[in-house]
């Protein structure tokens, strides 16, 4: 019913940036909080940067200062600016988000995830 599509992952170079962005679509009736999650190999899943309805943020210790979480409400879209990486942020990282359907109930989905490389 509700489809999260991640791009801009790729290769990048430590001190590099990469802009990650999800566009989310289907029957939504709204879309509350919104997020990006990451999981590096061997490890388990783990919270990147959450951002609500009315933009209030949060950010894991280890990217603070670096990441900026931003959404557009009427595109059901969610961007994560990353700069100044490091090879320890190299992950697949996953586009999370709280929908209420329409007609529905509220679930939370996720996207197909989108691979980040830092290393020179």
């Known amino acids: 019913q509700v489809q999260l599509v991640e791009s801009g992952g790729g290769l990048v170079q430590p001190g590099g940036s990469l802009r990650l962005s999800c566009a989310a679509s289907?029957?939504?009736?709204?879309?509350?909080?919104m997020g990006w999650y990451r999981q590096a190999p061997g490890k388990q899943r783990e919270l990147v940067a959450t951002i609500t309805r009315g933009d209030m943020t949060t950010y894991a210790d280890s990217v603070k200062g670096r990441f900026t979480i931003s959404r557009d409400n009427a595109k059901k879209t969610v961007d994560l600016q990353m700069t100044s990486l490091k090879p320890e942020d190299t992950a697949v990282y996953y586009c999370?988000?709280?929908?209420?359907?329409?007609?529905?109930?509220?679930?939370?989905?996720w996207g197909q995830g989108t691979q980040v490389t830092v290393s020179s």
């Open positions: 289907g029957r939504i009736f709204m879309i509350y909080d």
């Open positions: 999370n988000a709280d929908v209420k359907v329409a007609l529905g109930p509220r679930t939370d989905y």
